[in-house]
């Protein structure tokens, strides 16, 4: 039996493509340069509602401003309290924090 060679380098991932700057300030003005969770004023970072790797791209109705603290937030484990963000059928956005145990509860939206 031969050996085999594994490649154990760690997997590189590819930079994300910036946000055009155009579209980074049409949705700062819509948001009015808020965190529209907490409405802090910075640092302000753009989130995806629909992630760019489910097909989405970089339109302002996909995007909504929100700081530094609460968009990682939109990543933690719902154990910890995750916030979650989703579109409404008027347009705009319904953001709450999700935990473990109302993690399957109904969508609001979808009424």
């Not at 493509?17 to 340069?33: E, G, M």
């Not at 154990?79 to 145990?101: C, H, N, Q, W």
Request: charged share 30%.
């Amino acid at each position: 039996m031969g050996l085999v060679a594994v490649n154990r380098s760690p997997m590189k991932r590819k930079a994300p493509t910036p946000i055009p700057a155009k579209i980074r300030f049409q949705v700062l003005a819509r948001d009015r340069y808020r965190c529209r969770w907490c409405a802090a004023t910075g640092p302000l970072e753009l989130h995806h509602v629909r992630k760019r790797s489910q097909g989405r791209d970089d339109k302002p109705e996909n995007l909504l401003t929100l700081c530094r603290f609460c968009h990682e937030r939109t990543d933690r484990p719902y154990s910890k309290g995750r916030l979650v963000v989703k579109p409404t059928m008027s347009g705009s956005f319904f953001l709450e924090i999700v935990t473990k145990a109302d993690k399957f509860a109904p969508d609001p939206v979808a009424r």
